[in-house]
């Protein structure tokens, strides 16, 4: 494993410190990590001293950006640094600025990098201690349990600034990965979900100092910029609905002068309306052939040409078309309208059909 205290980076993002910076470098050097890597991120000219300081009483290397560019700016700076200018470095632990992370638990996370350079490193907080300020405890409960039913990923805390991550895993993964600002640290995760990286978490200890207030965590904006990952998710699926239930709607003003709705045919073990059944079949043609498209290439990033993808994913919507179009007809009868009853009935099809989308129909091998 070699001295990884001497190989692996300690990566600081910092915008307008204070003197818990300067502490927490100075007990990483007493701990024997050598290479420090400071990122001024668009901090005032009178904060600026706590990086001079580092840079002469430890030796820091000081990286500045003269306005704010956001926090995944900061990381993805230093990680080009470390890939242009330090083939020594094997890796990295990113660190918050404020003194919330021991330096016990950057060390573990340190060796750890050197012990799994094929993993990411996620040092985890814990937050049932009623200590911890709400914002905090609520929006990382919010946010683990948000990712994990959407995109399968299930990490105990999706936003900690304790990371490590091998010189590889930077170079052909994370110096790629978008996001500006707090966001990128929620692609991270997805990134490694979408390529397969295994990510292995420690408990760290959790520190929370005058209730968290040097955070530059701005709990609306920041959230809209972690969630937006997630709406291109919704959209797809939620286009694909409008486009299905206004099908289903037009078709049967098309149809029923037609057709009428005495008119029913066999279908499996019961007797339905044919009506219905065109109506069903022709809406969730016409809204799937459009989903498949956003799906492959927008939200799931699936660039195979293989056909066993398209195949799949008709046999679930078959299988879906078949459930609702059974369920719109025999559950929630005391609803009049049959569009109401569908409206419910596939919204709840939909949350089911997503995950069955991620795992099976357009997962990478």
């Known amino acids: 494993m070699g001295n990884y205290k001497k190989d692996i980076a300690i990566v600081i993002p910092a915008l307008n410190p204070n003197e818990r910076m300067v502490a927490l470098v100075k007990q990483l050097k007493e701990n024997g ?3 420090i890597i400071l990122v001024d991120d668009g901090s005032e000219i009178e904060r600026r001293k706590y990086f001079k300081t580092c840079k002469e009483e430890h030796n820091c290397r000081i990286i500045r950006h003269v306005i704010n560019f956001g926090k995944g700016i900061a990381l993805k700076s230093a990680f080009n640094h470390i890939l242009e200018n330090r083939p020594d470095l094997i890796g990295t632990v990113t660190v918050d600025c404020d003194g919330q992370h021991m330096v016990e638990d950057i060390d573990t996370c340190a ?4 012990e799994h ?7 985890c907080r814990q937050f049932d201690d009623k200590d911890i300020p709400f914002r905090s405890r609520f929006g990382n409960k919010f946010t683990k349990h948000f990712i994990r039913l959407l995109c ?4 105990a805390d999706t936003q900690t600034g304790l990371r490590g991550m091998s010189r590889m895993l930077i170079q052909d993964y994370f110096a790629q990965t978008k996001g500006e600002r707090f966001e990128y640290e929620m692609n991270m995760l997805l990134c490694a979900r979408e390529n397969q990286i295994d990510i292995h ?3 760290i200890q959790t520190i929370y100092l005058e209730n968290n207030e040097s955070s530059h965590f701005n709990p609306f904006l920041d959230s809209i910029r972690i969630y937006k990952v997630f709406v291109k998710f919704l959209l797809s699926s939620f286009s694909s609905f409008i486009i299905d239930i206004t099908l289903f709607y037009v078709l049967g003003l098309l149809l029923r002068p037609i057709i009428g709705d005495k008119l029913e045919v066999s279908f499996l073990w019961m007797h339905m309306p044919l009506l219905t059944l065109l109506r069903s079949a022709l809406s969730r043609l016409g809204s799937s052939l459009y989903n498949f498209t956003i799906n492959k290439r927008q939200v799931f990033h ?4 293989d056909w066993g993808i398209l195949i799949k994913y008709y046999v679930l919507c078959i299988c879906q078309l ?20 569908k409206c419910i009935i596939d919204t709840i099809l939909f949350t089911i059909s997503f995950q069955i989308q991620r795992e099976w129909v357009f997962a990478k091998k």
């Open 33 to 35: 990590f050598e290479n």
């Open 302 to 305: 699936n660039e195979s040409r």
């Open 111 to 114: 060796r750890l990098v050197a």
């Open 322 to 341: 078949i459930l609702s179009t059974i369920l719109v007809e025999h559950a929630l009868t005391f609803i009049f309208s049959r569009t109401i009853r």
């Open 201 to 203: 978490e420690f408990p």
């Open 117 to 123: 350079p094929d993993k990411l490193i996620l040092g």
């Open 152 to 155: 399968g990923i299930n990490v």
